[in-house]
Structure formats: C-alpha cells, structure tokens
C-alpha cells in the first residue's frame, strides 16, 4: 500500500447550519494520507463532529471541497461513499437496530448485494476481531455499554471500507472499555487502515495515536505530531484542551533532572525516571539542587 | 436548614430491575452528609447509575423492579415519597443529555423545572439567566437544544437541575462528553454550589484527575457492592483495589505505582500533579 498517497483532502471547506446561519467550520484544510492515525481534538463545538459528517457525506460543504479516495463528496452518494469510509457514531444506541449482533454486522454488507459466503466472511472477521463471538446471536441493546460500541465498529468493519472514523468512541465507556476500542483501533492501523478518532481523552489519544489536528471555532489551530501538539500547552488551553496529567508532570518538571521536556504516557515518564536514577546509582554525580 | 434534612441514608439497600433476577445493587449501607461532594466510581456495570436513580426515586417508582432495605433522603424514605415530592430535593444529571432534553428552546429547557416548582417568574428567570452563565451557554437562550453539540446538551442539561436549585444533586457521567477544560469547569461549577448552598453533590464519573483535585469522599460500587470508601488519598493509595477493579485512577497516581513496582516509591502516594512534582524532584535529588 503506498504510505503516502492522499486519501482525504479537504480544501477550504466551509459549513454553516441553517436555520440559525451557524458557521461551524470555516475555511478548513488539510490532508490525511493513507494508513495514516490521526487524532482530532478541540473543544465542545469546534466543529469536529461538523467535519466527519462532511467527510462521509452526510453533510456537503457550504462552500469548499472533500475529496475522499479521490472522489468528490458532492459528486458521490453517501452510498458509495459508505463502501470507502465507515462511520462510527458517538452514541451506539443510534445506529444499532438488528434483533442479533450477527444480523446488525452482516446488514452492511448484505447492501452491498455480496454474495452469501462473502458476507458470512466478512461478518466472522468482524466479529473476531472485535472479540464478540459469544454474543453473536444476542440481542444488541442487552449488552453492555462496551460491547454495543464494539458491535457498531465491527458493523462498519464489515463494510471494509479503507478509512475508519470514530467519534468519540470511548464516550461512556469505562477505563477497560476504552482500552480495548482503542486497541481495536490500532489493529485497524497496523492493518493498513486509515483511522480518523475524535476524542476529548487526552491520555487515551497521547498513547495511540501519533498524529493530531486541533479545531478551534471552526479553523484548525495546530496539525502536528502528538508529542508536538501536547508540547503547546498555551496554545491548546485557547481551545479547552489540557495535555494529560503525565505529560503536564513532564512539563512542570525542573530540567536540571535530565528528564525529557515531553512524555506521553505513564510509562514512558516512568521509565525516563528509572533510567535516570540507575544512571546516577551507577556513575554518581553531584547533585545540583534544583 | 435542618441539619439531617439532605442526608443521605442506605439501609442495606438491595435492588433488582423488573423480570430480571440478578440484584444490580446489593447490601448498599452508607450515609451522605450534608455539604459533602462525593464521586462514585466503578466499572460500566457495577451500579454506578441506578444507585443515582435510587436518590430521586425513579428507581423503584419508575422503573418497577424489586427494592429491599430503606434510603431516607432528609429523613423522607424514598419508597414513601413520590418523585414529585423528591425532585424538590433531589436534581438528576443524566448520562445521556439527549434523554432528558425535550422542549424547543434553551430557556423553556431551563425553565421547565421551576416552573413546575410553582416558582415566582421573575425568579424563574433570574434562575435560568444563572444557570446558563454557570454552564457557558448565555446567548444560547433561543436555540433548539437539538441544535447544540454533544458537549453543548450536557451543559443545558446540568443548567436545567440546578434551576431547581436542589438540596441534592446528582450527576451522572455527566461530563463525559466534555472537553478537558469543560470537564473542569463542570466539578469547579459543583465545586461552587456544594460550598456556597451546601449543596450535597453525588457525582458518578471515572474521571480519577478531578475525583482527587475536588471530591471529599469516593465511594467504589463493583457488581453492585460498595467495595470501599475512603478520601481519594485513601482510595488512590490502594494498589490492592485497583488490581481487582479496573478505575482510572489519576495518571500520576498510576505513576507513583509504575515506580513503586521498581522499587523507587514517590514520598506519599501522590495524587495531584504538584505532589507528584515534588515527589519526582526528591526522588531523583535524592537517589546519588
């Protein structure tokens, strides 16, 4: 798979809601490049839901384009669209209807007018790979939080669409939950997938993801590596976001330790930390007080 | 106001949903005080929100099912009390704003609940005006709620229970969908209220950063029971609960655990980012 060729290009998109002439986004642009995974962030109405709606069609620009695997959205049906990206909404509850997980996974793909064995393929791929074989003839809205957010995702990955988005995925979900969306998520990436996740987790998108867009009213503030991103804390609080809690510590910690300016995650602080008092066991130095 | 009015009173509260067999809260004893804030935390499935519904009483009265054991509410049992009657005491956040939000226009939203109280419409107004600056959304009075962001309908539905400006209030995950510094701003809201009114605030969330910055007392639900209560500090501190439970403990807490595992303890467990500091700054100093 070529790691560089552009799977979604916006270019100066502009949106506004009727009937109260909203602008939630206005003018923007950038790219996403294939296999690529891509964290967007930003506070409550920045418009980042606004942006995915617009990127699978549900939405067209108000003025502006979104091309997605070369295609124009204006120019193509949601249908179409639907078969290159999978949408996986905030609430779980509004997409799932099916009495059985296993009919809920297969509905895609039996739209697709697949034959028979190809849907049954895809609908066992999805479901192992999201660990829900022994609910695959439940009934979705008996089971937990976690895994009906596990049943949508393995619903959009029956489609097979190259490029997943999540929004907000982990929303609700409690601490194991969130891990094994997210892992499921990266498993998607390392698959080749081009993943897209809104989230408000900072700690959650700092781990996985290595790449971030942050929206600010409508316009992108920064689009940078995540360890950049979460360098900029001044620049972030203009949009309601604080880098998690470790890398904040990393941040606030005096240089004089000798510990790296940015860490994204508790171990990789933790570990900075082991390493620099085994340096200091071993070839002790004086200690500057700091 | 009475001292014992807004307490909070379990006696060996059980409970189980309608044609279900499985009791979702089991042997639930515990007291609330007045004027505390406290977090109650526990994996998706442990009890977290219908132990929030017991405190209006929609659990049982609403929702049927089978409840045993007695909560008194300042001194009113709950089983007694129609959720008319508790509502004046007791406002509810729910998770899911969307299943609470239903008239056409953000004031009407805010206004619905103490207009139902029988209060004076001047009031009403004064109240709405408040609520609505203490969740940002002042300009948005004539906006459809249905129009709002995820984030945005959280907030409505916060400013809608504190209009009611109950004794008791009651959030359920109801920062979840808030950005970081909305998430805040919310527990500094709550933080507010429960210091200026009294106000006893009751908060499910696994948001461990604000549980310990602003939370008196948490109390841990799994499968239904109360595994333990304590400060955060106390609670924080136990390595032991959280190898059984799964909770977001806050980031620098699981630090403290990741060093301690290496032998290299922090001084006191902490469990904010200035302790933490600290900690980090006397361990490395102190490691020559």
Known sequence: MNGHEITIAVENLEYIYQPHSVKALKGVSFTVRRGEFVGIIGQNGAGKTTLLKNIVGLLLPTSGRVIVDGLDTRQTTVAELATRVGFVLQNPDQQLFAQTVGEEVAFGPCNLELAEKEIKERVDVAIAMTGLEEFRHEFPPALSKGDRAKVVIA?????????????????GQDYKGCHQIMRIARQLHREGHTVLVVTHDMPLIAEY??????????????????????????ILRRTHVTPPQITQLAQALPRELGLP?????????????VERIHKRRHAPVRYREV | MDQRESHVIFNDVSYRYPNTRRYVLKHLNLMIHKGEFVAVLGENGAGKSTFCQTLNGVVPHSRGGQMRGQIAIGGQNTQEATVAELAQKVGIVLEDPEAQLFTTSVLSEVAFGPENLGVDPKEILRRVHWALEVVRLTGYENHAPTTLSGGQKQRLAIAAALAMRPDVLVLDEATSQLDPMGTVE???????LNKQYGMTIVMATNKGEQVAQFCNRVLILHRGELVAQGTPREIFADTGLFQRIMIRAPQVSQLAVYLAEREMPLADLPITLDEARRGTVQLIGGSD
């Not at chain 1, 993801?209 to 001044?234: C, M, W, Y």
């Not at chain 1, 300016?261 to 930390?273: K, Y």
């Open chain 1, 155 to 171: 619903s959009v990955l029956a489609m097979q669409p190259e490029i997943i988005i999540l929004d907000e995925p982990t929303t």
């Open chain 1, 209 to 234: 993801t290595k790449h971030i867009i942050v929206f600010r009213q409508g316009k992108i503030l920064l689009n940078d590596t995540t360890a950049a991103v979460f360098s900029q804390p001044e």
């Open chain 1, 261 to 273: 300016a940015c860490a994204l995650t508790v171990e990789q602080l933790g570990q900075s930390i």
């Open chain 2, 186 to 192: 919310v527990f500094s809201v709550v933080r507010e």
